[in-house]
């Protein structure tokens, strides 16, 4: 309890402190509580110190944890990779989805959100670095998706989630992150609001860049075993 409890005071202190040092206004920066692989107990503690937005990877085990918390007002993310076969459940039981990286995905989401819910918040995954392994449009493939999601009723886009290749260096971990945000500001368009980016091992970098939400699992939950 007290470990959990330590953990969000220091992560949220940090995140204070980040946007401090880069001229931000305070709650600027929304801290996303990535409990993937982590326990619903772990989540329970965390919501009775204040904590609202998690976030998952894999739907059978979030959909799981949710029937556990159905009586916790909780706001859940939706961050892994996104299978044709998993819109529905997701159009259904998140309300944000990170990881969105094609168009056929967005219709599907659009289409299968239930009609009695508000929009979708979505963002769209970028893959920054370029890493040929790695989820995500490219930068230049951004504007054109953008352009064809457009008119989609259901789903609202937000901004992007990035996930740039590993980098110890401060420097070197700020520098995708403010390509994608400058990319981004160009586009010039006000509704995306929503940077997604900065996990435990870069997020002063992140936040010093323009990230509007961090999402942190490792050092609130401690690491996590497969
Ligand atoms: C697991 C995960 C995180 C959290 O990473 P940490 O390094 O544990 O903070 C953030 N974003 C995505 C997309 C993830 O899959």
């Given at each position: 309890?007290?470990d ?6 220091k ?9 401090v ?10 801290l ?7 326990p619903a ?19 059978q ?14 706001t859940?993310?939706?961050i892994?990779?996104i299978?044709s076969?998993?819109?529905k ?11 969105v990286?094609?168009l ?6 659009s289409?299968?959100r239930?009609?009695?819910l508000?929009?979708l918040?979505i963002?769209?995954q970028?893959?920054?670095s370029g ?6 449009v490219?930068?230049e493939?951004?504007?054109q ?13 937000r901004g992007?989630?990035?996930i740039?290749?590993?980098?110890t260096?401060?420097?070197s971990?700020r ?6 945000y ?27 860049e ?14 996590r075993?497969y």
């Amino acid at each position: 309890m007290n470990d959990i409890k330590q953990r969000f005071e220091k992560v949220n202190l940090q995140i204070r402190q980040a946007e401090v040092a880069a001229g931000r206004s305070n709650d600027s920066v929304q801290l996303l509580a990535v409990s993937k692989t982590k326990p619903a107990i772990d989540i329970a503690r965390a919501y009775q110190m204040g904590q609202r937005h998690f976030a998952e990877s894999y739907l059978q085990e979030a959909l799981k944890k949710q029937q556990a918390l159905a009586a916790f007002n909780i706001t859940w993310h939706f961050i892994g990779p996104i299978q044709s076969n998993k819109t529905k459940a997701i159009a259904t039981y998140f309300n944000w989805v990170h990881s969105v990286d094609r168009l056929k995905i967005a219709k599907r989401l659009s289409e299968q959100r239930p009609a009695n819910l508000p929009a979708l918040n979505i963002c769209l995954q970028v893959n920054i670095s370029g890493e040929a392994s790695k989820a995500g449009v490219t930068l230049e493939q951004l504007p054109q998706l953008i352009s064809e999601m457009r008119g989609l009723p259901n789903i609202q886009l937000r901004g992007v989630m990035a996930i740039p290749e590993p980098k110890t260096e401060y420097e070197s971990q700020r520098q995708p992150f403010n390509q994608l945000y400058h990319a981004v500001k160009q586009l010039n368009m006000p509704e995306l609001d929503t940077f997604s980016f900065g996990m435990t091992a870069d997020l002063k970098a992140a936040i010093a860049e323009g990230s509007t939400i961090v999402r942190i699992g490792t050092a609130l939950f401690g690491a996590r075993m497969y």
